[in-house]
């Protein structure tokens, strides 16, 4: 056992894929070079604190307590409910985040995964990617009740850029991408990913063939994209960015400003913009080889906030 351990964990971006997760479908990730940094210390009075530099949050218990699930923080306090038979003195762990909170690069996914981690090399558990990845997911789609899927945790526990089969099996296939030029766009409008992702939920559930067959387009293009990815053939990666933009439409998951910000990326040089996420705004990502820095001014003019970033490899 370790009295203090300190561990990085990358945001992420969906390159394609984007909601047929829920489908237990195909997907893939990407992780990026805007991290989230947690603290682990020990300590001897048998209590466990959990602090956040972002929020502020500050939650203290006892071992023989269970910790609120009302709190922001929630997701460790679910993760430590799963790994409470481990821990058996108390521990003060903190977060401190560059990854924007609510833009869509997933710092639920990073605050779980983190935990998860830096207990693992705390308490010697040896858990593996894999393991660290569901036990994210469970947390938050079990006993949260997270409408999510798996691209968020195992594209933030494997790093890199990975193809990811979310089904009850899941597994992780690496993807040899030396660099990607994407620019990504956050739209700076408030969120409504959750009345989204429900909506389109109840469609799937009811078997409404539109959603069906847009999702259907959707995971034919994430593995025509693997291929692309492979080729180093970021025209195709562009189309097939433009094919699924065009689906998200079909399922009223996009926003005029998200629409604003894909036009303005392809008309600066992008070879192709599409959303990311559930929708109803949140963050685009575009492919723009030799053009990026001229793609990421367009979307600040357009009114976005523009990332220019690097592949995180751990």
Same mark, same amino acid.
């Given at each position: ?15 394609? %894929? ?9 997907? $893939? +990730?990407?992780? @990026?070079? &805007? ?16 602090? !956040? ?25 679910? =993760? ?12 003060? @762990? ?16 990073? &605050? !779980? ?11 010697? =558990?040896? =858990? ?17 009740? $997270? /409408?999510?899927?798996? &691209?968020? /945790? ?77 080729? +180093? ?9 433009? @094919? ?6 079909? @399922? ?8 604003? &910000? ?9 070879? %192709? ?13 575009? $492919? ?27």
């Amino acid at each position: 056992m370790k009295p203090k351990v300190s561990v990085k964990v990358p945001g992420r971006i969906c390159l394609m %894929g984007d909601k047929v997760d829920l489908l237990g479908k195909p997907v $893939i +990730g990407m992780a @990026i070079n &805007l991290m989230m940094t947690i603290n682990y210390k020990e300590r001897e009075d048998g209590k466990v604190e959990f602090y !956040s530099h972002d929020t502020k949050e500050r939650v203290r218990f006892t071992l023989d307590e269970v910790p609120s699930k009302n709190i922001d923080l929630a997701y460790w306090s679910v =993760l430590y409910e799963r790994l409470k038979h481990y821990i058996k003195k108390g521990f003060y @762990i903190e977060v401190s985040s560059e990854i924007p909170i609510g833009a869509g690069l997933s710092t639920s996914a990073a &605050l !779980s995964i983190g935990f998860i981690k830096v207990l693992n090399q705390a308490l010697d =558990l040896n =858990l593996s990617n894999g393991d660290i990845a569901e036990l994210a997911y469970l947390g938050e789609n079990h006993d949260l009740d $997270i /409408q999510c899927g798996r &691209l968020d /945790q195992y594209t933030e526990a494997y790093g890199g850029i990975v193809f990811i089969y979310t089904d009850e099996n899941p597994s992780v296939e690496y993807l040899d991408v030396k660099n990607l030029p994407v620019v990504v766009g956050d739209s700076m409008e408030e969120r409504k990913a959750s009345s989204i992702l429900n909506r389109v939920k109840k469609q799937l559930k009811e078997k409404d063939p539109i959603t069906l067959k847009a999702f259907k387009v959707i995971e034919r293009g994430v593995y025509e994209a693997k291929d692309a990815l492979l080729k +180093g053939d970021f025209k195709k990666l562009g189309k097939l960015m433009d @094919i699924q933009q065009e689906q998200e439409a079909i @399922i009223k998951a996009d926003t005029e400003k998200i629409i604003k &910000l894909c036009n303005a990326a392809k008309d600066a040089g992008a070879l %192709g913009a599409k959303q990311m996420g559930a929708g109803g705004g949140g963050c685009m990502v575009a $492919i723009a080889p030799g053009k990026q820095e001229q793609v990421a001014q367009a979307i600040n003019d357009a009114g976005g906030r523009a990332w220019v970033f690097d592949i995180f490899r751990y």
